[in-house]
């Protein structure tokens, strides 16, 4: 097997994102504060409620998730910034709903000193191409793979629930001039479409050539998944601005749902099984916002039976808030005919995400073997054990095996399962 295969290449558009995921991660906490502010002082308390249930929720689930691959890992750290800390110490900090930025200042250490490494020295002159990929670079893919899963989990956890919280204040109201509710549906839905291609980029590194993939194929992917999260959260949206009690009956009853099929699938992503179990149940709520890859194997049919439950609902939803709409209309004025057109949109806007979709798996989706995913075949293959009398005659004739890439095992299962 080819060298190319168990490399990791950290492109400047990968340190790109890393720069812009920790201000925008903090520009996301600030609107938070904003928000909790602005519902506190209009006695919306309600909606603080349910603000608060979402950003407490989410930072636990992030934390107990960045806690037990800290665990799973032995606690080995790979930066100077993660090893600072003893592990009570750490465990503190994972307490003080701390521990991800932790997470967060590693990968932005590794970051810039891979950046570093690739400057030529003046004495040497260029490097060559071995030298311009050393064990930091490495070291710093296999981070970022941690960090854009905590992504996701945040996202789905906090950012898209949000998402359809603030729609559904503006259904309510009728207003959309309130300028925080217009800075945070932008900024989430910076936030999502930042998530998903950070997290299609790292599903990309396990490939043997990474460096022949168009960014076509990242962009079509980005703005597939945007299309049909935007299309479920305003579906969502629009049920609960009519009946906002039975929205959280809509989840729980979705949520078992989905937590069913995700148990069924018998996923294999934790090293433990209370850890698999709260990954199955991660799975759940983030399949109630979109589509997300959890085997490996075939999923056609589990993609098109997901896809047709999740269409399905969103006819529902729109059918009762249109239904709402006209026989307990709000205060606002709005004409039938706009009603259903709207709902029709909805339903459309989704059925144009699943032919993107088609377009993306038909033209731009690899379709590989287990063993071609990078960080399976060095681990995979079998070892000639030498005879006694052959030791030193091997080690003189064989050169030094190159050193193991440092290869995220977690990461690796989500690509076998979008990839294989």
Known sequence: MSDTQGESKYSCWDFLITCVGLP???????????????????KAYACLGVLLLLLVGSTLLAQAYSWLWYSYDQFKMKTKVEGLPTQRQLMVLHVCQLGVYVRHAGVLEMAVQSMYNRL????????????QKPKTEDITVSLTHD?????????????APQLTLMLTIILQTGDVTIKIFKIHISTFTSSIAFTVTAYHRSLRSFLPDKEKQQITSS???FIWNLVLISSRLTALALFASVLPCFIFTHFICSWLVLFFFAWRSKTEFMESPCGEWLYRATVGLIWYFNWFSVVEGKTRYRTALYHGYILTDIC????????????DPPDFVIEPMHTLITAACVVAVYVLGLILKAIYYKLFHPN?????????SREQQPVNEPNVGDELDAAKATPSPPPQP?????MRKLAESFYC
């Open 24 to 42: 925008l991660f903090l520009t996301d906490i600030g609107l938070d504060i904003w928000a909790a502010v602005i519902f506190y002082q209009e």
């Open 120 to 131: 030529p020295d003046p004495e040497k002159g260029a490097l060559t191409p071995g030298e």
């Open 316 to 327: 529902i939803l729109c059918a009762v808030w249109c239904w709402k709409m006209s026989t």
């Open 406 to 410: 440092c290869c995220n095992k977690r």
């Open 147 to 159: 960090l854009s899963m905590l992504r996701i989990i945040e996202t789905f956890s906090e950012s």
């Open 219 to 221: 962009v079509i992917y």
């Open 368 to 376: 590989l073997d287990k063993n071609k995913i990078k960080g399976t």
